[in-house]
């Protein structure tokens, strides 16, 4: 390719209205030479708006049957890519609703050309008057999520507008999610390839406060966050596994405190407890939620230290709340085992299971 005016810009689209057909011709007017459609099972009453961007110079028009989901089209149009645009440096995805100002398709198409190893964020600003309240507080949800379980610092989570280089195109034809989720399992990927994440600032636009859209904030928002399901089952599983060891020992020990050496029954449990709850997370963490590729061994050698300093910290605050403050000693232990869960957390995203470039 000679220009990066022959990026492909794919246009996911479900029952458009005229404002498919302006976006169109607006493409065509700064100069796009490449506009790929993905007609999601719309139906017949809407094959008009589908049939003129047919007859529109440079402007191809690929059909589903039936709805599929917005990340099944995506992936019917990177293949077709893939097949058609051999030396591509990848593509822009948009979409069909007038949020995307070609100016700014523009831009993320020249970013692409000068950046082909990173993923291109069209980014929107959540702070401003006229942004729906909850596109606003749903994305800065998320953006809190990313920040947190993955480590991934970004400012709109949920941005169509994107440029995607084409050896990431390839491996996210295998990434699951047929609907809104798959966006959110694209960024979760870059994560794992260790592949950079540009930003682009761009206009704000919600037209007729986003009522067009075709995203359910209850069950598309709820496929979003089940993404992470993973990360929340091997957190809550290994602490409840950990708080059950714990009580079952306490009961055990308290009656044998003589014989333990002078060794507070609390910490004894503390330990036990701690021990087989950290095998357990070790593992599960290390093949499903991390999938880290680094070495077993220097992996295992620093969740010792971390478990280590977590099990003294644990038994240390317990024994001596307990001693405070008395109660149930899961009551007491379960507040301090919150605030050390989320300090080791971060930990091993950061330091013990990450691989750096």
Request: net charge neutral; glycine share 6%.
């Amino acid at each position: 390719m000679s220009s990066y005016l022959e990026i492909p810009v794919i246009i996911p689209s479900y029952e458009p209205d005229e404002k498919l057909i302006t976006l169109l011709h607006a493409l065509q007017a700064v100069e796009i030479r490449h506009v790929i459609v993905v007609d999601d099972g719309s139906g017949e009453a809407y094959t008009p708006f589908f049939r003129q961007a047919e007859a529109m110079e440079n402007c191809t028009v690929l059909y589903h049957a039936v709805n599929l989901g917005k990340g099944r089209a995506l992936k019917t149009a990177f293949n077709y890519c893939l097949r058609e645009f051999h030396g591509a440096p990848g593509c822009v995805t948009a979409d069909s609703d007038g949020q995307h100002m070609p100016a700014d398709i523009l831009a993320c198409m020249r970013a692409l050309w000068e950046d082909q190893e990173s993923l291109i964020l069209g980014c929107r600003n959540f702070d401003g008057p006229k942004v729906p309240a909850r596109s606003s507080f749903g994305n800065k949800c998320t953006r809190q999520v990313f920040r947190y379980l993955l480590g991934l610092s970004v400012s709109d989570t949920q941005t169509g507008l994107r440029a995607i280089p084409a050896f990431f195109m390839r491996k996210l034809m295998q990434v699951r999610g047929e609907r809104f989720e798959y966006e959110t399992n694209m960024l979760i990927e870059t994560k794992d390839m260790n592949i950079p994440i540009v930003e682009v600032p761009v206009e704000t636009v919600y037209i007729e406060e986003n009522k067009t859209s075709h995203f359910n904030p209850v069950t598309d928002s709820l496929r979003i966050y089940l993404v992470f399901g993973k990360f929340l089952f091997s957190s809550l599983s290994s602490s409840v596994l950990d708080l059950l060891l714990f009580q079952m020992f306490c009961a055990m020990l308290q009656r044998a405190e003589g014989v333990l050496s002078g060794i507070p029954y609390i910490v004894a449990a503390t330990v036990g407890a701690r021990v087989i709850s950290a095998v357990y997370n070790f593992l599960i963490n290390y093949r499903v939620v991390f999938k880290s590729r680094a070495g077993v061994a220097v992996t295992i050698g620093k969740y010792a230290m971390l478990a280590v300093c977590q099990m003294a910290c644990s038994a240390f605050l317990v024994n001596m709340l307990y001693g405070l403050i008395g109660g149930a000693e899961v009551g007491v232990k379960m507040p301090v085992d919150i605030l050390l869960f989320f300090i080791s957390f971060a930990i091993q995203r950061e330091f013990v299971y990450r691989v750096k470039n």
